[in-house]
């Protein structure tokens, strides 16, 4: 299946710095992104969803402000967690898919965020 | 809009023993169904998935779920597991047609093989 790179797989970081991470698709073009987070035994909550060229459209509940998304190509979206706080420290998954609804949606492996 | 109850958050079961993780969903509009396997600090990798056609789909290692439209189901199933199946599954569904790009996810089951 095709492969979605998520960089780094860890980051540490103080609280009050801005972190960035990474999503690559690496063998197909992404015409649509997303960004979500998991807390602890629990599900993936959707943060927001972005596509190439355009502003990413965010869920209620997540600020705008807080975690940038930039989705500039067919292969790369970025999340900056800006002033990051120890109660932003979670799991964040990024996933792409290709095309259409119903086509596989493939994820990274993930980005462990610890803020101290 | 749609949700997903997996009703089980955990799931012990001896090796080689059959198991049956359990997802039912809810939506107002036709349905497109997935379960994802999750290994500890890793994204999630699809398991197998439904479309269209056939009710039963199956993975190549063994699993196999039911497409339940009365029900409102997709159980995921496997007659046999193996210590290496030990992990977090989520089923999700997400909308079928043009647009429906979003998953939304249950809560997970966590299967635990007992050697």
């Known amino acids: 299946g095709a492969v979605v790179s998520q960089h780094p797989s860890r980051v540490i970081c103080k609280s009050g710095t801005s972190v960035k991470i990474e999503c690559r698709s690496l063998d197909f073009q992404a015409t649509t992104m997303f960004w979500y987070r998991q807390f602890p035994k629990q599900s993936l909550m959707l943060m927001a969803t972005?596509?190439?060229?355009?502003?990413?459209?965010?869920e209620q509940g997540v600020e705008k402000d807080k975690f940038l998304i930039n989705h500039a190509s067919l292969t790369l979206s970025t999340l900056t967690v800006t002033s990051a706080h120890p109660e932003d420290s979670s799991f964040y998954i990024c996933?792409?898919?290709?095309?259409?609804?119903?086509?596989?949606?493939?994820f990274g492996q993930g980005t462990r965020l610890t803020v101290v | 809009a749609q949700s997903v109850t997996q009703l089980d958050s955990q799931v012990p079961v001896f090796e080689e023993a059959p198991v049956e993780l359990r997802c039912n969903y809810s939506s107002s509009v036709s349905v497109y169904l997935f379960w994802y396997v999750q290994y500890p600090n890793q994204g999630l990798q699809l398991l197998l998935k439904?479309?269209?056609?056939?009710?039963l789909v199956k993975s190549i290692n063994g699993f196999e779920a039911e497409f339940n439209k009365s029900q409102t189901s997709f159980h995921l199933r496997k007659p046999s597991v193996h210590i290496s199946d030990t992990a977090e599954y989520f089923c999700?569904?997400?909308?079928?047609?043009?647009?429906?790009?979003?998953?939304?996810f249950g809560k997970g089951t966590k299967l635990s093989v007992i050697p």
């Open positions: 972005s596509n190439e060229g355009s502003k990413a459209t965010y």
């Open positions: 439904y479309l269209s056609g056939s009710t």
């Open positions: 999700a569904v997400s909308g079928a047609g043009a647009g429906s790009y979003q998953l939304t």
């Open positions: 996933s792409a898919r290709e095309g259409a609804a119903g086509t596989e949606a493939f």
